[in-house]
C-alpha cells in the first residue's frame, strides 16, 4: 500500500498516544462494510430491474418468453360485432344468402320459444326468395317459406314471409282467421306482424293444416304454436335485421 493510499484510508495523522493499529482495523472493517452496502444495493437495483421487466411482459427465460395480455384503456373498448344483416337481392347469388340466412335466423328462433319443435321435412325449414314474374301474389312477398312441425303432440305448419315496403303490418300485431275448407275442414291462422327496420314487413303465420296435399282426416282445432309464441318469434327474426 502506497503512503497516499494509505493517508486517504485513515485520513489525518493521528496524534500521539493514539493507538493507530486500532484505527486501521475500524476503517478496514468500514470498507469492507461498504463493500457489502454496495453489492447489496446492486442485487436489489437487478431485482428492482426483474419486476419492472416482468411487469411489462418483456422479461425472457432461457427460450420462454413471459407475455402479459395488453388491455385496453378504459373507455375504449372495441364494439360488439354486428350480427345483423340486410334484406339484399339485387342479384341471384344475393338473394339465395339471404334467404339462406332468413331460415337460419327464423329456425333460430323458433327453437328459442319451442325446444321441443320437429320439422317434419328432412331438410327443416325453407326459405326462397319470390322472383318477379312467378305465380302467385308476388306484390306482396319478397321472400316466404316454412315447413310443417311437430310441437308436443300437436302439428300443423309454420311459416314465414317478407313483405316489400308499402305493404304494412296489419292493424293488430296478432290476429287469428278462422274458415271453412273442403265441407267441414276447418283451417286456424294464426298470423304475427312485425315492421323491419328497413321498412319491410315480417309476418310468422301458423296453421293447423299441414302437408301437401292437406289432409283430409280430422285435424286438430288449434295451430301447433300460440299467439305469444309467434310473436315472440317475429319479434326474434325482426332484430337480425338491419337497415
Same mark, same amino acid.
Given at each position: 500500500?502506497?503512503?497516499?493510499?494509505?493517508?486517504?484510508?485513515?485520513?489525518?495523522?493521528?496524534?500521539?498516544?493514539?493507538?493507530?493499529?486500532?484505527?486501521?482495523?475500524?476503517?478496514?472493517?468500514?470498507?469492507?462494510?461498504?463493500?457489502?452496502?454496495?453489492?447489496?444495493?446492486?442485487?436489489?437495483?437487478?431485482? %428492482? *430491474?426483474? !419486476?419492472?421487466? =416482468?411487469?411489462?411482459?418483456?422479461?425472457?427465460?432461457?427460450?420462454? &418468453? $413471459?407475455?402479459?395480455? +395488453?388491455?385496453?384503456?378504459?373507455?375504449?373498448?372495441?364494439?360488439?360485432?354486428?350480427?345483423?344483416?340486410?334484406?339484399?337481392?339485387?342479384?341471384?347469388?344475393?338473394? %339465395? *344468402?339471404? !334467404?339462406?340466412? =332468413?331460415?337460419?335466423?327464423?329456425?333460430?328462433?323458433?327453437?328459442? &320459444? $319451442?325446444?321441443?319443435? +320437429?320439422?317434419?321435412?328432412?331438410?327443416?325449414?325453407?326459405?326462397?326468395?319470390?322472383?318477379?314474374?312467378?305465380?302467385?301474389?308476388?306484390?306482396?312477398?319478397?321472400?316466404?317459406?316454412?315447413?310443417?312441425?311437430?310441437?308436443?303432440?300437436?302439428?300443423?305448419?309454420?311459416?314465414?314471409? $317478407?313483405?316489400?315496403?308499402?305493404?304494412?303490418?296489419?292493424?293488430?300485431?296478432?290476429?287469428?282467421?278462422?274458415?271453412?275448407?273442403?265441407?267441414?275442414?276447418?283451417?286456424?291462422?294464426?298470423?304475427?306482424?312485425?315492421?323491419?327496420?328497413?321498412?319491410?314487413?315480417?309476418?310468422?303465420?301458423?296453421?293447423?293444416?299441414?302437408?301437401?296435399?292437406?289432409?283430409?282426416?280430422?285435424?286438430?282445432?288449434?295451430?301447433?304454436?300460440?299467439?305469444?309464441?309467434?310473436?315472440?318469434?317475429?319479434?326474434?327474426?325482426?332484430?337480425?335485421?338491419?337497415?
Amino acid at each position: 500500500m502506497t503512503q497516499q493510499l494509505f493517508d486517504d484510508v485513515i485520513g489525518e495523522v493521528p496524534a500521539p498516544g493514539v493507538d493507530v493499529d486500532r484505527i486501521i482495523r475500524r476503517e478496514r472493517r468500514g470498507a469492507a462494510a461498504r463493500r457489502l452496502a454496495g453489492v447489496s444495493t446492486g442485487a436489489l437495483a437487478l431485482l %428492482a *430491474a426483474g !419486476a419492472v421487466a =416482468l411487469g411489462s411482459g418483456a422479461w425472457t427465460g432461457g427460450q420462454t &418468453v $413471459v407475455a402479459v395480455p +395488453v388491455t385496453a384503456a378504459p373507455g375504449t373498448a372495441d364494439p360488439a360485432p354486428v350480427t345483423g344483416f340486410r334484406l339484399v337481392y339485387g342479384t341471384p347469388e344475393e338473394a %339465395a *344468402a339471404t !334467404a339462406q340466412r =332468413l331460415a337460419e335466423e327464423f329456425d333460430k328462433a323458433v327453437l328459442a &320459444v $319451442v325446444p321441443d319443435r +320437429v320439422w317434419m321435412a328432412d331438410g327443416g325449414v325453407l326459405v326462397r326468395f319470390k322472383a318477379k314474374g312467378e305465380t302467385g301474389d308476388i306484390a306482396q312477398t319478397l321472400f316466404s317459406g316454412g315447413g310443417d312441425l311437430s310441437v308436443g303432440q300437436r302439428l300443423g305448419h309454420l311459416h314465414l314471409q $317478407v313483405a316489400p315496403i308499402g305493404v304494412g303490418p296489419s292493424r293488430r300485431p296478432v290476429e287469428t282467421e278462422r274458415r271453412t275448407i273442403d265441407g267441414d275442414l276447418e283451417q286456424v291462422l294464426t298470423t304475427a306482424s312485425v315492421q323491419l327496420a328497413d321498412g319491410r314487413t315480417l309476418r310468422v303465420y301458423a296453421s293447423n293444416l299441414y302437408g301437401d296435399p292437406i289432409p283430409t282426416g280430422p285435424v286438430q282445432s288449434e295451430p301447433p304454436l300460440t299467439a305469444d309464441q309467434l310473436q315472440a318469434i317475429a319479434q326474434a327474426v325482426a332484430a337480425k335485421v338491419i337497415a
